[in-house]
Nanobody, 121 residues
Framework: VQLQAFGGGSVQAGGSLRLSCAAS????????TGWFRQAPGKERESVAR???????YYADSVKGRFTISRDNAKNTVYLQMNSLKPEDTAIYSC????????????????WGKGTLVTVSS
């Protein structure tokens, strides 16, 4: 599975960005897929994920502000980020896994190159 992320950039606090993760080699609707982020000096954390049946999960820090979605026709997963805060600044990476268990351990089988999101106050 090859994953390619798009959509990072710089935005002021309160603004919005949408990240895209396009996949090839495997149909994303068959895999748990999600977004992780890593801020400078911090550990990588899971932000959101969508399971093959469409169930979604979010980190408490982004609930109500971020929405993960999947377009099966485009084999792409999106992360809509609204009401961005400076603490959302991080490198965001999309990932897919052969199992949910691996995601729950904070890991994945397949990774896309990260995209930087910078939120200024």
């Amino acid at each position: 599975v090859q994953l390619q992320a798009f959509g990072g950039g710089s935005v002021q606090a309160g603004g919005s960005l949408r990240l895209s993760c396009a996949a090839s080699g495997r149909t994303l609707s068959t895999l748990p897929t999600g977004w992780f982020r890593q801020a400078p000096g911090k550990e990588r954390e899971s932000v959101a994920r969508v399971h093959s049946i469409g169930t979604t999960y979010y980190a408490d820090s982004v609930k109500g502000r971020f929405t993960i979605s999947r377009d099966n026709a485009k084999n792409t997963v999106y992360l809509q980020m609204n009401s961005l805060k400076p603490e959302d600044t991080a490198i965001y990476s999309c990932a897919a896994s052969d199992s949910v268990a691996r995601f729950l351990r904070g890991d994945a089988n397949y990774w896309g190159k990260g995209t930087l999101v910078t939120v200024s106050s």
